[in-house]
T-cell receptor, first 114, second 112 residues
Framework: EPEVTQTPSHQVTQMGQEVILRCVPISNHLYFYWYRQILGQKVEFLVSFYNNEISEKSEIFDDQFSVERPDGSNFTLKIRSTKLEDSAMYFC????????????FGNGTRLTVT | GQNIDQPTEMTATEGAIVQINCTYQ??????LFWYQQHAGEAPTFLSY????GLEEKGRFSSFLSRSKGYSYLLLKELQMKDSASYLC?????????????FGKGTKLSVIP
């Protein structure tokens, strides 16, 4: 069964550094998402992306965050200047139709900011 | 807001039936999803309801009442591997876009 893949599985970075989290969505999917989950807390929506542009973003997704689809397969989340509170599991997800189509999640990248 | 409320934890016995309830704000509602999340892993899709009533899928069923802003997930013939968090998530639509919002999850422990 096709799956969403994320790299790296773990990332440790120092406060103030830039990180790029990478995702390869399922190949025939058109809608892409980033969610994050701080340890012990709920899964929180960050951003959705369709047709090469952001379609929706949450309050969490401020100016330090950006997303990009640099080629036909990758979907990246960049955090420009990491803060301690950015430490979380970051999940990429994709769906084929958007709307009420189920999301398929990757296994996540655990980001630790020290 | 898009508050979603579900119990924090539940415990049930192997072989039994358990019902996990969820209430949500009804404004902008466009569907209710249930996901399963094992510790340290990604959420995986279980069920989707957009119309009132019961959707059955093997050992798992999900119910929706849109007027009450209420859903439940029913797990039958519980197995040890069902120990996980169950995430109630609400699809919100507005201004031509959709957003899936998750509750905090119900951590289910299945005991022998």
């Amino acid at each position: 069964e096709p799956e969403v893949t994320q790299t790296p599985s773990h990332q440790v970075t120092q406060m103030g550094q830039e990180v790029i989290l990478r995702c390869v969505p399922i190949s025939n999917h058109l809608y892409f998402y980033w969610y994050r989950q701080i340890l012990g807390q709920k899964v929180e929506f960050l951003v959705s992306f369709y047709n090469n542009e952001i379609s929706e973003k949450s309050e969490i997704f401020d100016d330090q965050f950006s997303v990009e689809r640099p080629d036909g397969s990758n979907f990246t989340l960049k955090i420009r200047s990491t803060k301690l509170e950015d430490s979380a599991m970051y999940f990429c997800a994709s769906s084929d139709r958007g709307g009420n189509s189920p999301l398929h999640f990757g296994n996540g990248t655990r980001l630790t900011v020290t | 807001g898009q508050n979603i409320d579900q119990p924090t934890e539940m415990t049930a016995t192997e072989g039994a039936i358990v019902q996990i309830n969820c209430t949500y704000q009804t404004s902008g509602f466009n569907g209710l999803f249930w996901y399963q999340q094992h510790a340290g892993e990604a959420p995986t899709f279980l069920s989707y309801n957009v119309l009132d009533g019961l959707e059955e899928k093997g050992r798992f069923s999900s119910f929706l009442s849109r007027s009450k802003g209420y859903s439940y997930l029913l797990l039958k013939e519980l197995q040890m591997k069902d120990s996980a968090s169950y995430l109630c998530s609400r699809l919100y639509s507005g201004a031509g876009s959709y957003q899936l919002t998750f509750g905090k999850g119900t951590k289910l422990s299945v005991i022998p």
